[in-house]
DNA sequence: GTGTGACTTGGAGTCCGTA
DNA sequence: GTACGGACTCCAAGTCACA
């Protein structure tokens, strides 16, 4: 599995486990509704300044959800 | 000082750790040269993959470098 | 509330060279 | 061995209409 899927995955994982919807992350994280569609569904690569502007709004460092994605690339 | 400044220090920092040139780190990743230098002088904001590629030939997880990363932010 | 196609703009990443 | 520049390709960033 590439690692743009599992960043997605992981991501939504995330997201639902906090109870928010994609337009309320993409508000506060000032990025685009469908942008974060797109990076759930493994459709984009996320540059290094996206995943910290996306967990700052995740109450997760940037590092637990790059951890997350490395344990999952294993599997 | 921004996230890419501080990304580009840390994997610097890193590489000569490791007594890699630029050259050969470039190499190993199969990324270019330039694009090393461009990313160590905080010129360029690398992708999720990119960060994957780099620290793969650095004996570093992705996730501890990016630790790094918000560690020296906080300062 | 989310998925998707189509689109424009900016930047990721490469290749050439010079110093 | 590295910094830096121009020119290039390709994809991420960011937006929209519609389902």
Known sequence: MSIEVIFGQ???????ERK???????????????????????????TLNT???????LDIA???LVRMVEKNLDI
Do not use: H, M, V
């Not at 992981?10 to 639902?16: A, P, S």
């Not at 994609?22 to 996320?46: C, M, N, V, W």
């Open 62 to 64: 940037p590092s637990e």
């Open 20 to 46: 928010l919807s994609q337009e309320e992350l993409a508000f506060r994280s000032k990025l685009d509704r469908t942008y974060i569609s797109l990076l759930e569904r493994g459709k984009r690569r996320p």
């Open 51 to 57: 995943i910290f502007a996306l967990t700052a709004q």
């Open 10 to 16: 992981q991501l939504r994982k995330i997201r639902e």
